[in-house]
């Protein structure tokens, strides 16, 4: 069974860091890794995403301040948010595009960023 938790959310000041870690289980097969972000009210955005080959892309609000990387050996990837912004704040899941084409989702781990 696939399972993909996230960690590393909290409480964060404006123009702070935070390192969201996600970890898959269940199946080595992942072909894409990302993290999206939902907003009350708001839809869920991509944020960013990254290949087995380590290709990134992320979303243009990001571009700059947030790092994705991934660990294949470990079935993980983290997010590396610097340079925080009041509208970061969101819900942030992790989602795992496997090679049979599905798709899995984490719990989500709250991000709030605030003074």
């Known amino acids: 069974q696939v399972q993909l938790v996230e960690s590393g959310g909290g409480l964060v000041q404006p123009g702070g860091s935070l390192r969201l870690s996600c970890s898959a289980s269940g199946s080595p097969n992942i072909k894409a890794m990302g993290w999206y972000r939902q907003a009350p009210g708001k839809e869920r955005e991509l944020v960013a995403i990254?290949?087995?080959?380590?290709?990134?892309d992320y979303a243009d609000s990001v571009k700059g301040r947030f790092t994705i990387s991934r660990d294949n050996a470990k079935n993980t990837v983290d997010l590396q948010m610097d340079g925080l912004k009041p509208e970061d704040t969101a819900v942030y899941y992790c989602k795992g595009t496997y090679l049979d084409a599905r798709d899995y989702w984490g719990q989500g781990t709250l991000v709030t960023v605030s003074s």
């Open positions: 990254i290949t087995s080959s380590s290709d990134a």
